[in-house]
Every structure is written in structure tokens, then in C-alpha cells.
Nanobody
Framework: QVQLVESGGGSVQSGGSLRLSCAAS????????MSWYRQAPGGSERKFVG????????TYADFVKGRFSISRDNVKNMVYLQMNRLNSEDTAAYFC?????????WGQGTQVTVSS
């Protein structure tokens, strides 16, 4: 069973940092690209945050460039989202995602709340 489980969310003050984790299981993690998305409170869509390829190359949305970074550990089957210089606009539920065949597989999400 393909499964993604996020953790590491919480409350932080503006300017602070958090590291989110996504534990993958049920598939050959090292062969799959991974993405992070977020959904703001009351928002109807999940916005792309960043992506890391199976070879470790990453790309980011403009609104997080220079502040967020994604890494992965193919031994532990983990992908991480390091978030620095957080601000109130970063308040959202964060999700990791992978592509499985013709479908997207999502985790349950982890909430990040940034207070000013």
C-alpha cells in the first residue's frame, strides 16, 4: 500500500523556522519524484511549493525561493521541507505528494501556523 505521512508542523513566530518530514512506504521511494504542496486556511486549492527529483534535483515556487529547501533520504524513505524566514502567508496545511501510475498519492497533511 502506497502511503505518505507528513509530520513536523506546528506553531511558530514570524521569522522562525520549521522542518517538515514526509515518510514514504509501500513503493520504491528512490525511483520516484516527490513534491510538496500547501493549502491555505479557507483555500480551495493546493498550491505547488517545491519538487525534488529521484536524483535529488529540486525546484521551487517563486514565493518560497531562497527560504525553503527540499531534501530527501533514500535510505530512510524520507523527504524533508526546511522552511526558514516564515511569515504569516506561509500559514497552511502542507502536503507531500507523489505520482503513482495515473494517480496522485497525497499524505494527510501537517498544519503550519505562523504568528506575527
Amino acid at each position: 500500500q502506497v502511503q505518505l505521512v507528513e509530520s513536523g508542523g506546528g506553531s511558530v513566530q514570524s521569522g522562525g523556522s520549521l522542518r517538515l518530514s514526509c515518510a514514504a512506504s509501500g513503493f520504491a521511494f528512490e525511483k520516484f519524484d516527490m513534491s510538496w504542496y500547501r493549502q491555505a486556511p479557507g483555500g480551495s486549492e493546493r498550491k505547488f511549493v517545491g519538487y525534488i527529483s529521484k536524483s535529488g534535483e529540486s525546484t521551487y515556487a517563486d514565493f518560497v525561493k531562497g527560504r525553503f529547501s527540499i531534501s530527501r533520504d533514500n535510505v530512510k524513505n524520507m523527504v524533508y521541507l526546511q522552511m526558514n524566514r516564515l511569515n504569516s502567508e506561509d500559514t497552511a496545511a502542507y502536503f507531500c505528494k507523489t505520482r503513482w501510475g495515473f494517480s496522485d498519492v497525497w499524505g494527510q497533511g501537517t498544519q503550519v501556523t505562523v504568528s506575527s
